[in-house]
């Protein structure tokens, strides 16, 4: 290959790489102002915050769920983890219908 085609091609792939790294490098920085804004955020607002804003299931079944099934069924001494789950389950079932809403929109 000549020497004008191998510097061409290093241009190329000099350019290609430093397209690659600066995308890399902008978002690491909006990982540092995201991780920057939830520092100032007490723990409850960064559980929920994090869970709204990535559009995820909470964990009512997961943990208030197993904890009633532990609990044999919720039938002994459970009315306040009761009333918990079924509060989540409501706050799901909502949020499952606004976010069906506005795909729909």
Do not use: C, V, W
Request: glycine fraction near 4%; aromatic fraction near 6%; proline fraction near 4%.
């Amino acid at each position: 290959m000549p020497l004008r085609a191998k510097t061409k091609h290093l241009a190329h792939q000099f350019i290609r790489l430093h397209a690659y790294f600066r995308s890399e490098l902008e978002q690491l920085r909006d990982f540092r102002r995201r991780i920057d804004a939830l520092a100032t955020q007490s723990p409850a607002e960064i559980n929920s915050t994090a869970i709204h804003e990535a559009g995820q299931p909470i964990e009512a079944d997961h943990i208030l769920g197993d904890l009633l099934k532990r609990d044999k069924g919720g039938q002994q001494s459970s009315p306040l983890l009761r009333i918990a789950y079924a509060h989540l389950k409501t706050y799901q079932s909502r949020r499952s219908r606004e976010q069906h809403a506005a795909k729909a929109a």
